[in-house]
């Protein structure tokens, strides 16, 4: 069973938001500490150097152009985990091929 996890940014850093911080506000589900921010959740994946990977993350690999060649290119993560790892074996690759290079939040020139 994979881990959940979120994340918010809050217009200059990251912060992990904890599961029992969640409540009801005018009929929609949001974080106590993070009401208005955008909520990234944990994918369950990690990279070549361990760090998890959430929604909004941009990865660096060398992924599959056909059969025999690879190409290295920048993908945004735009799903959770079932999505995410469909998006990876549908590229036919290993989470050792890639690396968390930034986010849409902090680093958006890199999409």
């Given at each position: 069973?994979?881990?959940?996890?979120?994340?918010?940014?809050?217009?200059?850093k990251?912060?992990?938001l904890?599961?029992?911080?969640?409540?009801?506000?005018?009929?929609?589900?949001?974080?106590?500490?993070?009401?208005?921010?955008?909520?990234?959740?944990?994918?369950?994946?990690?990279?070549?150097?361990?760090?998890e990977i959430y929604?909004?993350?941009?990865?660096?690999?060398?992924?599959p152009?056909?059969?025999?060649d690879?190409k290295?290119?920048?993908?945004?993560?735009?799903?959770?985990?079932?999505?995410?790892?469909?998006a990876?074996?549908?590229?036919?690759?290993?989470?050792?091929?890639v690396?968390?290079?930034?986010?849409?939040?902090?680093?958006?020139d890199?999409?």
């Amino acid at each position: 069973m994979r881990e959940i996890k979120f994340r918010a940014w809050d217009g200059e850093k990251m912060i992990l938001l904890h599961l029992d911080d969640w409540t009801f506000y005018n009929g929609e589900l949001c974080h106590r500490n993070a009401p208005l921010f955008p909520i990234m959740q944990y994918t369950g994946l990690k990279d070549k150097n361990g760090k998890e990977i959430y929604e909004g993350d941009i990865i660096e690999g060398y992924f599959p152009q056909n059969f025999t060649d690879k190409k290295k290119q920048l993908i945004k993560i735009n799903s959770t985990s079932e999505n995410a790892n469909r998006a990876f074996r549908g590229y036919q690759i290993n989470l050792t091929d890639v690396e968390v290079i930034g986010n849409i939040h902090e680093t958006p020139d890199l999409i």
